[in-house]
């Protein structure tokens, strides 16, 4: 069962000069989930990583 999570690293719906932002975020989530063992650092890992993918999205549409 995947984690809700990693519904906020989906790109697909992005147009795509933000996919292409988002896109190395969702690998590198899909990376943590299959090689870390499931626990609070891990959590706190994905958390974080989310912030900081909505940073740079945010980033590339500032005005």
């Known amino acids: ?3 809700p999570i990693l519904q906020y690293f989906e790109y697909s719906h992005l147009p795509e000069h933000l ?3 988002s896109k190395p ?3 590198l989530a ?3 989930v299959s090689t870390l063992p499931s626990n ?3 959590s706190i890992a ?3 990583l989310l912030e900081s993918k909505d ?3 945010r980033s590339a549409v500032a005005k």
Request: hydrophobic share 50%; net charge neutral.
């Open 1 to 3: 069962m995947p984690l």
């Open 19 to 21: 996919q292409k932002i």
């Open 25 to 27: 975020f969702c690998e």
């Open 30 to 32: 899909d990376q943590l």
């Open 40 to 42: 609070a650092e891990t």
């Open 46 to 48: 994905l958390r974080k």
């Open 55 to 57: 940073a740079a999205v």
